[in-house]
């Protein structure tokens, strides 16, 4: 006869150090497992401590570090701790980065307090589909957004400025002889990211802005989209610590498939209240014959392209379409 052990009541005992004397610190750069931090000091590279799980770091997290954080040649640290999010911008990713799951979703930066969406006016051309997707984001982010015009030497800023001129978008002006005053005024001791297709001189800007950023500067093809030149996402101290940049890849895409239809009516605003006199559960698409936006919109009370826009992204939420 077999007589299996009691099991004993005693309670596990497994402790996790509290850390008390970590080091605090900005997380600047992602380097395949490797993590650039910003501290009172050189920076300290540093991976992540096996406590943390599954827990993702991207730039922008404000960490706790332990181990050598001297910043020394061959030094690594160990990250223990992530802050809370203030804020966590999305965007799901390509078609060709689908899984059997559905699309990935993935984390831009954390902590930004402002979204720059940078477009240029002429070479290649603004695409307001592409901004409308980039406010979508912001605003689901509950991120300050700002429209900043590029080659504006080039083209005359009037026609995207009425296209949005419902929303009252801040936006800034941006010529190869400006002095970037309006640019730093805006950026001044915020977290920033800047978004933008390639080619559209956002990495041009980034090295105006903070001159030792060395940020590679690619140019426009012959069919007119831009060539990627950044390829990971870094934060760089504005100088005389005015607040931070956080320059991400050029993207061709920004995926909503994250974004709820909720969500996704709040990035049109000048829309919002066109939908009050529509029936409960309207899903505002162009075969319901109910849906009062299109009211709205012939009453001049917003820009048809606008609307259009909106359809456009309700019907791509699942697959996403090109981006005009």
């Known amino acids: 006869m077999r007589v299996r052990p009691a099991r004993s009541s005693r309670p596990r005992t497994r402790t996790r150090p509290k850390h008390d004397d970590a080091v605090d610190g900005f997380v600047v750069a992602v380097d395949r ?10 920076p300290v590279t540093a991976m992540r401590a096996r406590e ?9 997290d ?39 799951e559905g699309r990935l979703e993935r984390v831009v930066v954390a902590n930004a307090d402002q979204l720059v969406i940078v477009s240029s006016l002429s070479d290649p051309p603004p695409r307001t589909g592409f901004i409308d997707r980039c406010l979508v984001a912001a605003y689901d982010a509950d991120i300050d957004p700002l429209l900043c015009l590029t080659k504006a030497d080039l083209a005359g800023p009037a026609e995207v400025l009425h296209y949005y001129a419902e929303l009252d978008l801040p936006h800034v002006l941006v010529r190869p002889d400006s002095d970037l005053a309006a640019v730093r005024d805006r950026l001044a001791d915020r977290v920033s990211v800047l978004v933008g297709h390639s080619g559209v001189g956002k990495s041009t800007l980034v090295n105006r802005l903070v001159p030792d950023a060395d940020r590679a500067v690619g140019v426009v093809s012959a069919i007119g989209r831009g060539r990627h030149t950044s390829t990971s996402a870094v ?16 993207v061709r895409s920004f995926g909503l498939a994250h974004v709820s239809a909720e969500s996704l009516l709040h990035g049109f605003p000048d829309l ?46 699942a697959g996403e379409d090109t981006e005009n």
């Open 235 to 250: 934060a760089l101290r504005l100088p005389g610590d005015a607040g931070w940049i956080i320059d991400t890849p050029g």
């Open 272 to 317: 919002v209240e066109g939908t009050v006199e529509c029936r409960p559960n309207c899903e505002h698409t162009p075969n319901d014959v109910d849906c009062a936006l299109d009211a709205w919109v012939a009453a001049g009370k917003a820009d048809p392209r606008r609307l259009a826009s909106y359809r456009r992204l309700l019907a791509s939420r």
């Open 33 to 42: 497992g490797r993590y650039t931090i910003e501290v009172d000091g050189p």
């Open 62 to 100: 404000r960490v706790a570090l332990v181990g050598d954080t001297s910043g020394a040649a061959g030094a690594l640290a160990r990250i223990v701790r992530i802050a809370a999010r203030t804020s966590v911008l999305r965007r799901t990713a390509d078609d060709d980065d689908t899984t059997p």
């Open 52 to 60: 943390l799980g599954r827990k993702s770091v991207v730039v922008g």
